[in-house]
């Protein structure tokens, strides 16, 4: 699979399912996607202007970009069905990806978004 055909099946064909199996290349050329479209939009944010930026409690500044908020709200739903079918590819549930809330719990799941597929006895 290669990144359009990567990009179309998660956007488009697969939106928001989470049941089924996705495979290495089909997962990570959607990471790269999302990592490039991250770029894009920020790069586009600052060169019009469309960043926003507040202090929050008085030493912390938050900042906000329209084209990039816009993108990720977009591709928030897809990520996180297509990790979910990521992992069942190698027999772990779609779950295990709330362990990105912890700080140690992100190095299993790197692991496992790696790891070849399991065909034997997957109950996915």
């Known amino acids: 699979m290669n990144m359009p055909q990567a990009v179309s099946t998660v956007l488009i ?3 928001a399912t989470f049941n089924g199996r996705a495979g ?3 997962y990570w050329w959607f990471i790269l996607f999302l990592t490039l479209g991250n770029l894009v939009f920020s790069g586009l944010d ?3 202007g469309t960043t926003a930026g507040f202090m929050y409690q008085g ?7 329209l084209f990039n908020g816009i993108f ?3 591709a928030f739903i897809p990520s996180i069905a297509v990790a979910a ?3 069942h590819d190698v027999n772990k549930s779609g779950w295990w990806q709330l362990l990105m809330l912890t700080i140690i719990g992100i190095f299993p799941l790197v692991y496992w978004l790696l790891k070849k597929p399991v065909n034997e ?3 996915f």
Do not use: P, Q, V
């Open 59 to 65: 030493n912390i500044e938050i900042k906000t970009s």
């Open 72 to 74: 990720s709200l977009l």
């Open 46 to 48: 600052s060169y019009l």
């Open 13 to 15: 064909k697969k939106y």
């Open 24 to 26: 290495l290349s089909e």
């Open 85 to 87: 079918r990521r992992l």
């Open 121 to 123: 006895g997957n109950r």
